[in-house]
């Protein structure tokens, strides 16, 4: 692959983040939801406000990945309170890795789920997890193939629409 790198995303970039965030779950999930819903979730999830307010949290993080400076796709975690479900001090959640179809296929996917494994072992946590639409059977064999397995479901709400994601975790350190 080209040149490809990991950048933090800091508040400067909250427009760039927007636009990718944006693009990339609509790419993702417009087909399969109605359009009432979908400008729902995307107003509310990704408004400048509510961006600058996840950037700004101690225990939340993002990273752009670049291919030739161009963004490609973006990974978010959380740590600590920060996270959505678990809150448990002893994981790290990956809350986002969406890349642009322009580039899926080509290892930025894999080098931003790369990442969070990097900052999980350096936060010396137990296991990592995510949450994955139910019906996003892309994803799925992605997150089964890097070691990840079920353990719980949880709702997640696309504007109207009353959603099951997937519960999945990955051990990082041996009990």
Do not use: P
């Not at 983040?17 to 009432?36: G, V, Y």
């Not at 099951?164 to 051990?171: A, V």
């Amino acid at each position: 692959m080209e040149n490809l790198q990991i950048k933090k995303v800091t508040e400067i970039d909250v427009w760039k983040l927007q636009q990718i965030c944006t693009q990339t779950f609509a790419e993702t999930f417009s087909a399969m939801n109605s359009e009432e819903d979908m400008q729902k979730y995307l107003a509310k999830s990704f408004s400048d406000e509510k961006l600058l307010a996840e950037l700004r949290k101690k225990n939340t993080a993002f990273y752009f990945a670049l291919v030739n400076e161009k963004i490609a796709g973006y990974l978010q975690v959380n740590s600590g309170h920060s996270q959505n479900e678990l809150k448990d001090e002893n994981a790290l959640e990956i809350e986002r890795i969406y890349v642009m179809k322009a580039f899926q296929g080509k290892r930025v996917g894999q080098l931003l789920f790369q990442k969070a494994l990097d900052i999980a072992v350096q936060k010396e946590v137990d296991f990592v997890w995510l949450g994955v639409w139910e019906h996003n059977a892309k994803a799925i064999r992605f997150y089964r193939k890097n070691g990840f397995v079920i353990f719980d479901k949880h709702v997640f709400m696309l504007g109207n629409d009353k959603q099951t994601d997937l519960m999945m975790k990955r051990q990082i350190k041996n009990k």
